[in-house]
């Protein structure tokens, strides 16, 4: 298993430009995340999926828009790039059964640093 | 709306000596999570407490959760330099649809 896989691991854009951070997990959680986390700070949630066909904003959804076609894949695009933008963006996957899904186990992956200039 | 508080922000420990760093919301959690993420690398789980005053160890990491479910806290004895990175915890967020809000991370420098 190679659990939950980003590309790239490091991109720079110019102001205005557009691109897509890619998440795949071989693990069929249900489940996914799109988290970032800027310099000496904690993690916020950009985007979640519930699975295939179905997402839902998190804390700081501005400037973001993500699909969820497939149980694996769940890509993040950045539309206008801003300097704002700037971070270290992290997705991750969980298997949830209950009602709360802040009970179960996050699984991250390695993480893609994006420069914005 | 819910907040996840760490402190300290920074520790800095001798190698060999205990610390302890804390974690506390503002609202009554279902659990709370622990994550560890080392210099430049990726949040990795530790551990989940669920019970009211639970307490588990790890080798040389002892976490708790406070009587009334709203705090927690990691107590490392004899630090070691494989303890450098930063120690979220983290719980279910009202904000964030129940999903996990982190805290904003303890980071840990190890002096030799």
């Known amino acids: 298993n190679a659990g939950v896989t980003q590309t790239p691991k490091f991109r720079i854009l110019k102001i205005g430009q557009s691109m897509t951070l890619q998440c795949t997990q071989d693990m069929n959680h249900n489940y996914m995340y799109w988290y970032r986390q800027d310099p000496g700070m904690g993690l916020k949630l950009i985007y979640y999926?519930?699975?295939?066909?179905?997402?839902d904003k998190g804390e700081v959804p501005n400037g973001y828009n993500v699909s969820r076609s497939t149980t694996e894949d769940f890509p993040l695009r950045l539309e206008l790039a801003a300097p704002s933008q700037t971070s270290v963006y992290f997705c991750a996957s969980s298997f949830v059964t209950g009602k709360v899904a802040g009970a179960n186990v996050l699984t991250f992956g390695a993480g893609s640093r994006l420069t914005v200039l | 709306g819910q907040q996840v508080m760490q402190i300290p922000q920074y520790q800095h420990v001798q190698e060999g000596e205990d610390f302890t760093t804390y974690c506390n919301s503002s609202t009554t959690l279902s659990n709370i999570q622990w994550y560890k993420q080392r210099p430049g690398g990726h949040p990795v789980f530790l551990i989940q407490?669920?019970?009211?005053?639970e307490v588990k160890k790890q080798k040389r990491l002892t976490f708790q959760f406070g009587e009334a479910k709203k705090n927690s806290s990691l107590h490392i004895t004899a630090t070691q330099t494989t303890d450098v990175g930063t120690y979220f915890c983290a719980g279910p967020g009202k904000a964030a649809g129940n999903k996990l809000t982190f805290g904003g991370g303890t980071r840990v420098l190890v002096k030799p």
């Open positions: 407490l669920v019970k009211s005053g």
């Open positions: 999926s519930v699975g295939a066909g179905i997402t």
